[in-house]
């Protein structure tokens, strides 16, 4: 089985800038979600889609990021304009459904830095 | 208060030895323990999913849920330095509920 699949791995930019990562997720998991991990802590949930409606994203910085899954699959998060404080590891998770039973896959994210 | 508390280390002992990880949590609606392996510039990997208290063991590992008392702890038998990692517990209440996670214990085995 294939894993979450993120994209890209790595990305520098200046503040202000915008930026965008990509994520795939195992196939069939209709759970998604996003998360931030700022260097030192936990990872802390951006937003959970379930197939292509959202969830939860009451800890999405609304006024800077934005994120879609459309067709239930693909997921994008963007950051305009970038902070300082952003820059950490954004990590994708998908999860084949909200039962006990089920954990999370995570794939290895994209770490960006803004300078 | 936050939610998950967790010492973050680090942490580094003799390989061979016992390791004990510990969280505590403040929301006694969380039902669904877990605990994450994190490599250095890796995604979180899933070792042990529990479900309410009680000990669930896979192979060298042991996680523990005490929830009278709020406690997670994860033991890890005859550590190795393979074992050298971040360990994240994580919790949640269930169905749609969002997965809260501790900040993390660096952990070092020394050969």
């Known amino acids: 089985e294939a894993g979450v699949a993120q994209s890209p791995r790595y990305k520098i930019i200046e503040k202000r800038q915008s930026v965008a990562f990509w994520c795939n997720p195992i196939?069939?998991?209709?759970?998604l979600y996003w998360y931030q991990q700022i260097l030192g802590q936990g990872p802390k949930l951006l937003i959970q889609f379930q197939n292509n409606g959202v969830v939860d994203d009451s800890q999405l910085p609304k006024d800077r990021f934005s994120a879609e899954r459309l067709k239930g699959v693909d997921s994008t998060l963007k950051i305009q304009p970038a902070k300082l404080e952003d820059s950490a590891v954004y990590l994708c998770?998908?999860?084949?459904?909200?039962?006990?039973?089920?954990?999370?896959?995570f794939g290895s994210g994209t770490r960006l830095t803004v300078v | 208060q936050k939610e998950v508390e967790q010492d973050p280390g680090p942490l580094s002992v003799p390989e061979g030895a016992i390791v004990s990880l510990n969280c505590t949590y403040s929301n006694s609606a969380f039902q669904y323990f877990m605990w994450y392996r994190q490599y250095s510039r890796k995604g979180p990997e899933l070792l042990m999913y529990t479900y309410s208290s009680g000990n669930k063991e896979d192979g060298r590992f042991t996680a523990q849920v005490d929830k009278s008392s709020k406690y997670i702890s994860l033991f890890i038998r005859d550590s190795q330095p393979s074992d050298s990692a971040t360990y994240l517990c994580a919790t949640f209440s269930g169905g749609y509920q969002k997965v809260t996670f501790g900040t993390g214990t660096k952990l070092q085995v020394i050969p």
């Open positions: 998770a998908s999860r084949l459904g909200t039962g006990s039973n089920y954990g999370y896959t």
């Open positions: 196939s069939g998991h209709a759970t």
